[in-house]
Protein backbone atom coordinates (compact mmCIF):
# COMPACT_ATOMS: atom_id res chain seq x y z
CA UNK A 1 0.00 0.00 0.00
CA UNK A 2 3.48 2.32 -0.59
CA UNK A 3 3.56 2.88 2.95
CA UNK A 4 6.41 1.99 5.71
CA UNK A 5 5.59 -1.30 7.49
CA UNK A 6 7.22 -3.05 10.35
CA UNK A 7 6.85 -6.59 9.98
CA UNK A 8 7.34 -8.84 13.35
CA UNK A 9 6.68 -12.42 14.71
CA UNK A 10 7.50 -13.97 18.24
CA UNK A 11 6.55 -14.24 21.37
CA UNK A 12 7.50 -10.65 22.34
CA UNK A 13 5.73 -9.03 18.89
CA UNK A 14 2.71 -10.89 20.37
CA UNK A 15 2.52 -9.55 23.82
CA UNK A 16 3.30 -6.11 22.28
CA UNK A 17 -0.22 -6.35 19.92
CA UNK A 18 -2.09 -8.39 22.75
CA UNK A 19 -0.43 -7.40 25.95
CA UNK A 20 -1.04 -3.59 26.45
CA UNK A 21 -2.63 -0.20 25.46
CA UNK A 22 0.37 0.84 22.90
CA UNK A 23 -1.15 -0.43 19.84
CA UNK A 24 -4.34 0.50 18.06
CA UNK A 25 -6.37 -1.61 15.39
CA UNK A 26 -8.12 1.49 14.26
CA UNK A 27 -6.20 2.61 10.74
CA UNK A 28 -4.75 -0.48 10.97
CA UNK A 29 -6.00 -2.70 7.48
CA UNK A 30 -6.76 -1.61 4.18
CA UNK A 31 -9.84 -0.86 3.96
CA UNK A 32 -11.83 -3.63 1.93
CA UNK A 33 -10.24 -6.01 4.69
CA UNK A 34 -12.06 -3.98 7.11
CA UNK A 35 -15.34 -4.08 5.49
CA UNK A 36 -15.05 -7.32 5.00
CA UNK A 37 -13.98 -8.82 7.98
CA UNK A 38 -14.96 -6.50 10.67
CA UNK A 39 -16.73 -3.23 9.14
CA UNK A 40 -16.94 0.06 10.99
CA UNK A 41 -18.95 -0.01 14.22
CA UNK A 42 -17.90 -3.36 15.54
CA UNK A 43 -15.78 -4.52 18.63
CA UNK A 44 -12.67 -4.64 16.84
CA UNK A 45 -12.87 -0.86 15.84
CA UNK A 46 -13.44 0.61 19.58
CA UNK A 47 -10.89 1.52 22.04
CA UNK A 48 -11.11 1.71 25.66
CA UNK A 49 -14.17 1.50 27.71
CA UNK A 50 -16.68 0.87 24.92
CA UNK A 51 -14.46 -1.81 23.44
CA UNK A 52 -14.21 -3.50 26.84
CA UNK A 53 -18.07 -2.91 27.54
CA UNK A 54 -19.01 -4.65 23.93
CA UNK A 55 -16.21 -7.26 23.90
CA UNK A 56 -17.56 -8.77 27.37
CA UNK A 57 -20.93 -9.22 25.67
CA UNK A 58 -18.83 -11.07 22.89
CA UNK A 59 -17.02 -12.81 25.61
CA UNK A 60 -20.27 -13.83 27.35
CA UNK A 61 -21.86 -14.92 23.83
CA UNK A 62 -18.93 -17.51 22.73
CA UNK A 63 -17.68 -18.10 25.73
CA UNK A 64 -20.05 -19.48 28.23
CA UNK A 65 -20.31 -23.44 28.75
CA UNK A 66 -23.83 -23.60 28.14
CA UNK A 67 -24.13 -21.50 25.27
CA UNK A 68 -20.77 -23.22 23.52
CA UNK A 69 -22.35 -26.34 23.91
CA UNK A 70 -25.93 -25.47 22.53
CA UNK A 71 -24.13 -24.32 19.51
CA UNK A 72 -21.75 -27.65 19.46
CA UNK A 73 -25.07 -29.83 19.39
CA UNK A 74 -26.95 -27.75 17.08
CA UNK A 75 -23.39 -28.38 14.65
CA UNK A 76 -23.60 -31.98 15.40
CA UNK A 77 -27.47 -32.32 14.69
CA UNK A 78 -27.18 -30.70 11.23
CA UNK A 79 -23.85 -32.77 10.00
CA UNK A 80 -25.68 -35.94 11.20
CA UNK A 81 -28.81 -34.98 9.47
CA UNK A 82 -26.67 -34.13 6.06
CA UNK A 83 -24.46 -37.20 5.89
CA UNK A 84 -27.12 -39.61 7.21
CA UNK A 85 -28.83 -39.04 4.15
CA UNK A 86 -28.05 -42.07 1.67
CA UNK A 87 -28.15 -39.79 -1.39
CA UNK A 88 -25.19 -37.90 -0.07
CA UNK A 89 -22.30 -38.55 -2.26
CA UNK A 90 -19.60 -36.69 -3.31
CA UNK A 91 -18.57 -32.78 -1.73
CA UNK A 92 -16.43 -30.48 -1.26
CA UNK A 93 -15.49 -30.70 2.78
CA UNK A 94 -15.14 -26.88 2.70
CA UNK A 95 -18.45 -26.27 1.27
CA UNK A 96 -20.62 -28.93 3.03
CA UNK A 97 -18.76 -27.38 6.35
CA UNK A 98 -19.39 -23.88 5.78
CA UNK A 99 -23.11 -24.73 4.96
CA UNK A 100 -23.48 -26.97 8.04
CA UNK A 101 -21.67 -24.00 10.44
CA UNK A 102 -23.98 -21.65 8.61
CA UNK A 103 -27.59 -23.31 9.71
CA UNK A 104 -25.91 -24.07 12.93
CA UNK A 105 -24.76 -20.91 14.00
CA UNK A 106 -27.90 -19.23 12.74
CA UNK A 107 -30.23 -21.51 14.77
CA UNK A 108 -28.09 -20.75 17.71
CA UNK A 109 -28.39 -17.01 17.26
CA UNK A 110 -31.99 -17.38 17.25
CA UNK A 111 -32.63 -16.73 13.61
CA UNK A 112 -35.80 -18.72 12.48
CA UNK A 113 -35.53 -20.80 9.62
CA UNK A 114 -38.50 -18.83 7.58
CA UNK A 115 -36.05 -16.08 7.99
CA UNK A 116 -33.75 -16.58 5.86
CA UNK A 117 -31.91 -18.83 2.94
CA UNK A 118 -29.37 -20.82 4.35
CA UNK A 119 -27.69 -21.71 1.38
CA UNK A 120 -27.41 -18.31 0.07
CA UNK A 121 -26.17 -16.86 3.13
CA UNK A 122 -23.16 -19.88 3.56
CA UNK A 123 -22.46 -18.85 -0.33
CA UNK A 124 -22.02 -14.95 0.67
CA UNK A 125 -20.22 -15.53 4.31
CA UNK A 126 -17.83 -17.90 2.14
CA UNK A 127 -17.33 -15.09 -0.54
CA UNK A 128 -16.99 -12.47 1.78
CA UNK A 129 -13.66 -15.08 3.55
CA UNK A 130 -12.62 -16.13 0.30
CA UNK A 131 -12.03 -12.60 -0.81
CA UNK A 132 -9.63 -11.10 2.04
CA UNK A 133 -6.34 -10.98 0.58
CA UNK A 134 -7.89 -10.65 -2.98
CA UNK A 135 -8.39 -6.86 -3.71
CA UNK A 136 -10.08 -6.59 -7.06
CA UNK A 137 -13.45 -7.19 -8.64
CA UNK A 138 -13.82 -10.43 -6.81
CA UNK A 139 -13.46 -7.97 -3.47
CA UNK A 140 -16.23 -5.40 -4.72
CA UNK A 141 -18.19 -8.71 -5.77
CA UNK A 142 -18.02 -9.88 -2.05
CA UNK A 143 -18.32 -6.24 -0.31
CA UNK A 144 -21.68 -6.03 -2.14
CA UNK A 145 -22.55 -9.55 -0.64
CA UNK A 146 -21.53 -8.10 2.50
CA UNK A 147 -23.89 -5.26 2.50
CA UNK A 148 -26.80 -7.01 1.24
CA UNK A 149 -26.55 -9.93 4.13
CA UNK A 150 -26.67 -6.77 6.62
CA UNK A 151 -29.39 -5.17 5.25
CA UNK A 152 -31.55 -8.46 6.08
CA UNK A 153 -30.19 -8.62 9.28
CA UNK A 154 -30.92 -4.93 9.71
CA UNK A 155 -34.35 -6.02 8.82
CA UNK A 156 -34.06 -9.07 11.59
CA UNK A 157 -33.01 -6.39 14.30
CA UNK A 158 -36.04 -4.21 13.29
CA UNK A 159 -38.25 -7.41 13.55
CA UNK A 160 -36.80 -8.10 17.18
CA UNK A 161 -37.03 -4.59 18.45
CA UNK A 162 -40.96 -3.77 16.90
CA UNK A 163 -42.01 -7.53 18.48
CA UNK A 164 -43.25 -9.58 15.35
CA UNK A 165 -40.48 -11.81 15.90
CA UNK A 166 -41.00 -14.39 18.57
CA UNK A 167 -37.57 -15.02 20.48
CA UNK A 168 -36.44 -17.62 23.02
CA UNK A 169 -35.20 -16.51 26.23
CA UNK A 170 -31.55 -17.02 26.37
CA UNK A 171 -31.11 -16.47 22.26
CA UNK A 172 -28.33 -14.26 20.57
CA UNK A 173 -30.77 -12.27 19.20
CA UNK A 174 -32.52 -11.17 22.47
CA UNK A 175 -29.04 -10.13 23.85
CA UNK A 176 -27.90 -8.05 21.10
CA UNK A 177 -30.68 -6.39 20.26
CA UNK A 178 -32.54 -5.77 23.01
CA UNK A 179 -30.63 -6.77 26.55
CA UNK A 180 -27.49 -4.86 25.56
CA UNK A 181 -25.83 -1.26 26.57
CA UNK A 182 -22.27 0.25 25.44
CA UNK A 183 -20.49 1.94 27.80
CA UNK A 184 -22.74 5.28 27.07
CA UNK A 185 -25.68 3.64 28.21
CA UNK A 186 -27.22 2.86 24.84
CA UNK A 187 -28.40 0.20 23.23
CA UNK A 188 -26.74 -0.34 19.90
CA UNK A 189 -27.83 0.74 16.82
CA UNK A 190 -29.63 -0.77 13.97
CA UNK A 191 -26.70 -1.14 12.24
CA UNK A 192 -24.33 -2.39 14.55
CA UNK A 193 -26.38 -4.36 15.93
CA UNK A 194 -26.53 -6.16 12.95
CA UNK A 195 -22.50 -5.90 12.12
CA UNK A 196 -22.08 -7.43 15.13
CA UNK A 197 -24.70 -9.96 14.13
CA UNK A 198 -22.77 -11.11 11.11
CA UNK A 199 -19.42 -11.16 12.88
CA UNK A 200 -20.82 -14.05 14.84
CA UNK A 201 -21.95 -15.34 11.51
CA UNK A 202 -19.13 -15.14 9.43
CA UNK A 203 -16.08 -16.23 12.20
CA UNK A 204 -18.34 -19.74 12.77
CA UNK A 205 -18.67 -20.15 9.20
CA UNK A 206 -14.97 -19.78 8.97
CA UNK A 207 -14.21 -22.62 11.11
CA UNK A 208 -14.96 -24.62 8.17
CA UNK A 209 -11.39 -23.91 6.98
CA UNK A 210 -10.02 -25.33 10.46
CA UNK A 211 -12.48 -28.70 9.58
CA UNK A 212 -10.17 -29.50 5.91
CA UNK A 213 -7.01 -29.13 7.57
CA UNK A 214 -8.17 -31.37 10.40
CA UNK A 215 -9.04 -33.79 8.09
CA UNK A 216 -5.77 -33.30 6.60
CA UNK A 217 -4.36 -34.29 9.65
CA UNK A 218 -6.63 -37.27 10.52
CA UNK A 219 -5.87 -38.35 7.06
CA UNK A 220 -2.26 -38.14 7.00
CA UNK A 221 -2.40 -40.95 9.71
CA UNK A 222 -4.61 -43.68 9.43
CA UNK A 223 -3.10 -44.47 13.36
CA UNK A 224 -5.07 -41.69 14.52
CA UNK A 225 -8.17 -42.32 12.67
CA UNK A 226 -7.91 -45.72 14.54
CA UNK A 227 -7.64 -43.98 18.32
CA UNK A 228 -10.02 -41.88 17.91
CA UNK A 229 -12.32 -44.08 16.50
CA UNK A 230 -11.76 -46.49 19.50
CA UNK A 231 -11.93 -43.80 21.93
CA UNK A 232 -9.31 -41.99 23.75
CA UNK A 233 -10.93 -38.93 23.87
CA UNK A 234 -8.62 -37.02 26.43
CA UNK A 235 -6.21 -36.63 23.60
CA UNK A 236 -8.67 -35.11 20.84
CA UNK A 237 -8.14 -31.68 21.98
CA UNK A 238 -4.25 -31.57 21.84
CA UNK A 239 -4.92 -33.12 18.43
CA UNK A 240 -6.66 -30.20 17.38
CA UNK A 241 -4.72 -27.72 19.11
CA UNK A 242 -1.98 -28.82 17.28
CA UNK A 243 -3.87 -29.05 13.74
CA UNK A 244 -4.39 -25.35 14.77
CA UNK A 245 -0.40 -24.58 15.06
CA UNK A 246 0.28 -25.84 12.26
CA UNK A 247 -2.27 -25.21 9.73
CA UNK A 248 -2.71 -21.97 7.98
CA UNK A 249 -5.18 -19.62 9.01
CA UNK A 250 -5.67 -16.00 8.36
CA UNK A 251 -1.33 -15.79 8.68
CA UNK A 252 -1.68 -11.65 9.97
CA UNK A 253 -2.93 -9.15 12.11
CA UNK A 254 -2.35 -5.44 11.81
CA UNK A 255 -2.03 -2.69 14.31
CA UNK A 256 -0.96 1.12 14.52
CA UNK A 257 1.46 2.51 17.63
CA UNK A 258 -0.16 5.20 19.50
CA UNK A 259 2.88 6.49 20.86
CA UNK A 260 6.56 7.04 20.37
CA UNK A 261 8.18 3.82 21.60
CA UNK A 262 11.23 2.24 22.17
CA UNK A 263 10.99 -1.72 21.59
CA UNK A 264 13.79 -4.14 21.71
CA UNK A 265 16.41 -0.94 21.31
CA UNK A 266 14.16 -0.01 18.20
CA UNK A 267 12.37 3.65 17.99
CA UNK A 268 9.26 3.06 16.55
CA UNK A 269 6.90 5.71 16.25
CA UNK A 270 3.62 7.16 16.87
CA UNK A 271 1.27 5.96 14.09
CA UNK A 272 3.77 3.38 12.74
CA UNK A 273 2.25 0.85 10.66
CA UNK A 274 3.00 -2.75 12.20
CA UNK A 275 1.33 -6.44 11.14
CA UNK A 276 2.36 -9.12 13.72
CA UNK A 277 3.02 -12.67 11.64
CA UNK A 278 0.57 -15.39 13.51
CA UNK A 279 1.63 -18.38 11.13
CA UNK A 280 5.57 -17.26 11.24
CA UNK A 281 5.49 -17.27 15.14
CA UNK A 282 3.03 -20.47 15.48
CA UNK A 283 6.13 -22.03 13.29
CA UNK A 284 8.54 -20.24 15.40
CA UNK A 285 11.97 -22.99 16.11
CA UNK A 286 12.31 -21.19 19.07
CA UNK A 287 8.85 -21.51 20.29
CA UNK A 288 7.93 -25.08 18.98
CA UNK A 289 11.07 -27.40 18.19
CA UNK A 290 10.72 -29.01 14.73
CA UNK A 291 8.09 -26.63 13.86
CA UNK A 292 6.88 -28.65 10.89
CA UNK A 293 5.82 -31.78 12.51
CA UNK A 294 2.31 -32.65 13.64
CA UNK A 295 2.82 -33.55 17.23
CA UNK A 296 -0.30 -33.45 19.45
CA UNK A 297 1.78 -34.05 22.07
CA UNK A 298 3.02 -30.63 22.77
CA UNK A 299 -0.04 -30.08 25.42
CA UNK A 300 -0.90 -26.54 23.41
CA UNK A 301 -4.44 -24.85 24.59
CA UNK A 302 -5.88 -21.79 23.94
CA UNK A 303 -6.84 -21.89 27.98
CA UNK A 304 -3.24 -20.89 28.91
CA UNK A 305 -3.61 -16.97 27.35
CA UNK A 306 0.07 -16.84 26.30
CA UNK A 307 1.92 -15.13 24.04
CA UNK A 308 3.53 -18.24 21.86
CA UNK A 309 0.16 -20.25 20.74
CA UNK A 310 -1.50 -17.59 18.99
CA UNK A 311 -2.95 -18.78 15.77
CA UNK A 312 -5.69 -16.36 16.70
CA UNK A 313 -4.42 -14.08 18.62
CA UNK A 314 -2.49 -13.61 22.25
CA UNK A 315 -3.36 -12.82 25.64
CA UNK A 316 -6.72 -13.25 27.18
CA UNK A 317 -9.58 -12.27 25.26
CA UNK A 318 -11.76 -10.88 28.04
CA UNK A 319 -8.91 -7.68 28.19
CA UNK A 320 -7.28 -7.67 24.88
CA UNK A 321 -8.20 -7.66 21.24
CA UNK A 322 -7.98 -11.48 20.38
CA UNK A 323 -10.70 -13.25 19.08
CA UNK A 324 -13.02 -14.66 21.77
CA UNK A 325 -14.31 -17.71 20.03
CA UNK A 326 -11.53 -19.69 20.21
CA UNK A 327 -13.84 -21.82 22.76
CA UNK A 328 -16.76 -22.52 19.59
CA UNK A 329 -13.31 -23.20 17.77
CA UNK A 330 -11.69 -25.97 19.75
CA UNK A 331 -15.59 -27.39 20.17
CA UNK A 332 -16.61 -27.41 17.38
CA UNK A 333 -13.40 -29.08 15.82
CA UNK A 334 -13.45 -31.40 18.92
CA UNK A 335 -16.92 -32.42 17.21
CA UNK A 336 -16.00 -33.04 14.44
CA UNK A 337 -13.03 -35.18 15.13
CA UNK A 338 -15.37 -37.69 17.17
CA UNK A 339 -18.73 -37.19 14.18
CA UNK A 340 -15.50 -37.98 10.97
CA UNK A 341 -14.11 -40.91 12.91
CA UNK A 342 -17.31 -42.80 14.97
CA UNK A 343 -20.36 -41.80 12.75
CA UNK A 344 -20.88 -42.73 9.57
CA UNK A 345 -17.39 -43.90 7.46
CA UNK A 346 -16.03 -41.99 4.67
CA UNK A 347 -13.46 -41.21 2.17
CA UNK A 348 -11.24 -38.05 2.31
CA UNK A 349 -9.52 -37.50 -1.32
CA UNK A 350 -7.14 -36.07 -2.90
CA UNK A 351 -4.07 -38.10 -1.84
CA UNK A 352 -1.76 -35.47 -3.19
CA UNK A 353 -3.40 -31.59 -2.34
CA UNK A 354 -0.76 -28.97 -1.37
CA UNK A 355 -1.55 -26.26 0.24
CA UNK A 356 -0.26 -22.86 -1.59
CA UNK A 357 1.04 -20.43 1.30
CA UNK A 358 0.76 -17.42 -1.09
CA UNK A 359 -3.04 -17.85 -0.75
CA UNK A 360 -4.83 -15.59 1.95
CA UNK A 361 -6.58 -17.90 3.70
CA UNK A 362 -5.23 -20.89 2.22
CA UNK A 363 -6.79 -23.99 1.50
CA UNK A 364 -5.91 -27.34 -0.42
CA UNK A 365 -5.49 -27.54 -4.15
CA UNK A 366 -7.14 -29.33 -5.03
CA UNK A 367 -10.08 -28.98 -3.15
CA UNK A 368 -10.33 -31.69 -0.40
CA UNK A 369 -13.55 -33.62 -0.73
CA UNK A 370 -15.46 -36.54 1.23
CA UNK A 371 -17.61 -39.31 0.12
CA UNK A 372 -19.53 -41.43 2.20
CA UNK A 373 -18.61 -45.24 2.28
CA UNK A 374 -19.83 -48.20 3.11
CA UNK A 375 -20.01 -49.46 6.22
CA UNK A 376 -17.48 -52.19 5.32
CA UNK A 377 -14.93 -49.80 4.48
CA UNK A 378 -14.88 -48.55 7.94
CA UNK A 379 -11.59 -47.08 9.32
CA UNK A 380 -9.65 -47.57 5.74
CA UNK A 381 -10.38 -43.56 4.49
CA UNK A 382 -7.90 -42.23 1.98
CA UNK A 383 -4.56 -40.65 2.95
CA UNK A 384 -3.82 -37.26 2.17
CA UNK A 385 -0.09 -36.46 2.11
CA UNK A 386 -0.68 -32.66 1.85
CA UNK A 387 2.37 -30.18 1.70
CA UNK A 388 2.78 -26.70 2.64
CA UNK A 389 4.39 -25.03 0.07
CA UNK A 390 5.47 -21.46 -0.18
Known amino acids: MLRPILCMRGEEAAQLFYGGDDV??????????????????????????????????????????????????????????????????????????????????????????RCRDDRRL??????????????????????????????????????VRDDSLDLGEDRVLKTICLLYRDA???ALSTEAAAVELLNLLRPIAAISRWIVFLG?????????????????????????EEGRRLYPFFPFVGARLRKDLVWREHALGKDDWLLLDLYGTTHDPRLFPQPATFNPERGLSWRNGDFRFVPQGGGRPE????????????????????????????????ADADIPLGSIPASPVPPISITPADAAAYGQPDVIAARPRK
Request: net charge positive; charged share 30%.
Open 122 to 159: AESLARMIDNTGRPGPSACLALISRRRTERWLVSIVEA
Open 184 to 186: DGR
Open 24 to 113: TRVGSIPWTVLRLLQDKNSVQQLEGEMHRQRKAMLVHLAMNDGAVAALVERFRQRWLAHFGDRETGHSDLREVANLILTKASADWIGIPE
Open 216 to 240: LALARSSDWHERFRDGHEEEIEGFV
Open 319 to 350: TSHRCPGEKITVEILKETVKLVCRSRPARITP
